[in-house]
């Protein structure tokens, strides 16, 4: 499996930008992909995830109405939406993927990571 990552950029504060993650070598409609963040000198945390059972997603409550996930299957693509972004959203943003059809949002339980992606919003 791989995770091709792409988006991302510079943006004032409350801009919005686009992360993409383009799954190939797996049927991506059973496929999980969250989408998490580390920020410097901080620890990796949670933003935001898509099950493919249900298509149910989670999101961090600090980006809560803020972000959006969505899934593009004729693409074999997700997406992570984000608008009104603050200067605190700024960090490498990463997608990652997993079998799991549902669960906790936890970086360990996802086995397959992209490329860090950076995100800066300057106030």
């Known amino acids: 499996v791989q995770l091709q990552a792409s988006g991302g950029g510079s943006v004032q504060a409350g801009g919005s930008l686009k992360l993409s993650c383009t799954i190939s070598?797996?049927?991506?409609?059973?496929?999980?992909v969250g989408w998490f963040r580390q920020a410097l000198g901080n620890e990796r945390e949670f933003v935001a995830v898509?099950?493919?059972?249900?298509?149910?997603?989670m999101y961090a409550d600090s980006i809560t109405g803020r972000f959006a996930v969505s899934y593009d299957s004729a693409a074999n693509t997700y997406h992570l939406q984000m608008n009104t972004l603050k200067p605190e959203d700024t960090a490498i943003y990463y997608c990652?993927?997993?079998?799991?059809?549902?669960?906790?949002?936890?970086?360990?339980?996802?086995?397959?990571w992209g490329r860090g992606i950076q995100v800066t919003v300057s106030s």
């Open positions: 898509r099950w493919w059972s249900g298509s149910r997603t």
């Open positions: 990652a993927g997993t079998n799991r059809p549902y669960g906790s949002p936890l970086s360990g339980n996802f086995n397959s």
């Open positions: 070598g797996i049927n991506s409609e059973r496929y999980s």
